[in-house]
């Protein structure tokens, strides 16, 4: 028995994957493997985890969300305007000249970017500062940071890795796009990270390993958070790049590029299919 | 003349404004004697945070502090912020305009004998070279504190270059800093000498020299290498016959290049750069190494000479 909640995630990751389709197709490029492999991951934050208000996006106590792997913008971008933070319009302008829009998100363009990302590696020091605040000051609100494996490699990950558990910081979440993709190919043959979970349970982090495109296991876990009293919580979130468009799927060519074509067709067949089974 | 350690100076200065702003918060990177955090952590210990020899989460961390509204000040060796997390401070820091300032010690050649490593001769060129990015470069432990206290009114990321040497007092109470100000120093129209962080003392005393030959030098102190005051430069372009400039710093890029490129555009004088000649230094003291570069009272005023004939 599906949850109605569950239902309508579903159903939102489906709206999300047909507009990235649409805009990437305006747009003529972008970064769709991993934006794909993780929509449904930030669905589930958006419409169901974090505590945020599109109608204040500044607000003090909201939940914080930084897509630490800026290249999947489009997907932020696109859950920014299905929660009502951006309209259609400004969507579909995504990389054209004098957008708002940058192919990596600049906090200062669109409300809801919580903060301007793009290069590797950043984001989890940032998300730690966050979340340290929220401890100096007795705040609830938690830190959710994106990242993608391949990302990982990035050896600034793994101080702040260090720095969140020696500060204790359990109102940090990471969580990691496991899709074992990066450009150049799988991660494990260019730059290998396994074994992975036990290298942040090492480095003093509490870790869950979820499917990341099963709402149930990505509700009830992202739900738990912060799962460890005085640990940090890395979601180990196994994913398929370029996830619900049959040709990008798995494949390390989709990790960049543009849709046309053929191909668009495709993409946009498949993504209708999947929202009129609904 | 007294001389005094800008860094000691600037730290007590920071326990002081640390009680009116609250929101202080001091990152330290494994360096605390020397760049004396160490002060701060004594008066503020909630307030600071030791973040190991980690730097680049370290300006990481302060970029999400500033997010959450806070005023991280990250301290570290002038070498480790520009280089180690030039990128850091450039992408995570300057181009979301947060309001991080980076109090950083041990800039030019004045860890001296500690090496090449420690040096820092490229900072200026580099922090200069990010948008945003404000960089303040005093020249004795007054002008240190002033340029402390600016920079903390001031909202928006500042890159302050400390140096390791003791300094002569230069500035008083009395004087005033402003961010995108320079100040002059001597009065002067024959030629003018133009000076950056701890070389204003070898710029005052080589227009000294200079006056009893009878040669009426300007002396400006360039603190605010950005924003720069364009309009003292130009001034001087157009009301002197030679400009010198004089930094502890590659002569490519830093305070010599600024001044280039504004007189290249207005025109009117030569420029002779005074700094390290585009190498890395030999083993000494600081003092050794500036002999060594011809970064001295003699040779300032002997380059005036010359450029007078």
């Not at chain 1, 899709?179 to 003093?204: H, S, V």
């Not at chain 2, 980690?54 to 912020?81: D, H, R, T, W, Y």
């Not at chain 2, 280089?83 to 950083?104: D, G, H, I, W």
């Not at chain 2, 009426?216 to 030679?242: C, F, N, W, Y």
Request: aromatic share 6%.
């Amino acid at each position: 028995m599906i949850s109605p909640k569950i239902k309508e995630l579903k159903h939102i990751a489906k709206q999300a994957r047909k507009l990235m389709v649409e805009t990437l197709i305006c747009a003529g490029c972008g970064h769709p493997g991993g934006a794909f492999s993780s929509i449904d991951l930030m669905t589930a934050l958006y419409f169901d985890i974090m505590k945020i208000d599109p109608h204040n996006p500044q607000w003090d106590e909201r939940d914080r969300f930084i897509l630490s792997k800026g290249h999947s913008s489009i997907g932020l971008y696109t859950i920014l305007h299905l929660r009502g933070f951006m309209d259609k319009e400004t969507l579909l302008t995504f990389r054209q000249d004098n957008s708002l829009l940058c192919g990596h998100p600049d906090m200062h363009k669109i409300a809801g970017v919580e903060m301007s990302t793009g290069s590797l590696g950043h984001g989890l020091s940032v998300g730690a500062g966050l979340a340290m605040v929220g401890k100096m000051d007795k705040k609830n609100y938690r830190v959710f940071v994106l990242m993608g494996d391949g990302e990982t490699q990035e050896g600034s990950v793994w101080e702040a890795a260090l720095f969140a558990a020696h500060h204790k910081l359990d109102n940090l979440v990471g969580i990691v796009d496991r899709n074992m993709l990066q450009i150049d190919g799988c991660t494990e043959d260019i730059l290998a990270l396994e074994p992975y979970r036990a290298k942040w349970e090492t480095f003093g982090w509490h870790v869950e390993e979820i499917d990341g495109h099963n709402f149930k296991q990505i509700k009830e876990t992202l739900e738990r958070c912060p799962v460890s009293a005085s640990r940090p919580t890395l979601i180990l979130a196994n994913t398929v790049k370029g996830k619900g468009i049959s040709f990008m799927e798995r494949n390390p060519a989709w990790h960049g590029g543009g849709l046309k074509g053929d191909q668009a067709e495709i993409a946009l067949q498949e993504t209708n299919a999947a929202l009129v089974e609904d | 003349m007294a001389k005094k350690s800008m860094r000691h100076e600037c730290a007590k200065s920071l326990v002081e404004l640390g009680a009116k702003y609250n929101e202080i918060i001091v990152l330290e990177g494994d360096l605390k004697e020397s760049t004396q955090s160490i002060q701060f952590q004594q008066a503020y210990p909630e307030r600071y945070i030791d973040c190991g020899i980690a730097e680049q989460n370290m300006v990481g961390v302060a970029a999400g502090l500033a997010l959450a509204g806070k005023i991280p000040v990250v301290q570290s060796f002038a070498c480790f912020i520009s280089m180690r997390t030039c990128e850091q401070a450039r992408t995570s820091v300057a181009y979301p305009r947060l309001n991080v300032k980076f109090v950083v010690s041990h800039g030019g050649i004045s860890p001296g004998s500690a090496g090449t490593t420690h040096h820092a001769i490229e900072d200026i060129a580099i922090m200069r070279a990010i948008p945003n990015m404000a960089v303040l470069v005093p020249g004795d432990a007054e002008e240190a504190k002033q340029v402390l206290h600016a920079a903390l009114a001031y909202e928006g990321p500042v890159y302050i270059r400390l140096s390791a040497s003791d300094t002569k007092d230069i500035y008083t109470e009395r004087d005033v800093f402003n961010i995108g100000r320079a100040t002059l120093l001597r009065e002067g129209n024959d030629a003018c000498i133009i000076t950056t962080g701890t070389m204003v003392a070898v710029g005052v005393e080589a227009a000294d020299q200079l006056l009893q030959k009878g040669v009426k030098t300007r002396v400006i102190q360039m603190a605010s290498i950005k924003p720069l005051d364009h309009g003292i430069i130009e001034q001087a372009a157009k009301e002197t016959e030679a400009i010198v400039t004089v930094e502890e710093h590659n002569i490519l890029g830093g305070l010599g290049g600024a001044v280039c490129e504004v007189v290249a555009e207005t025109g009117g004088v030569r420029v002779k750069r005074i700094g390290i000649k585009d190498h890395f230094s030999d083993v000494g003291t600081a003092t050794c190494l500036l002999n060594k570069e011809e970064i001295t009272v003699q040779a300032i005023a002997k380059n005036v000479l010359g450029m007078l004939k």
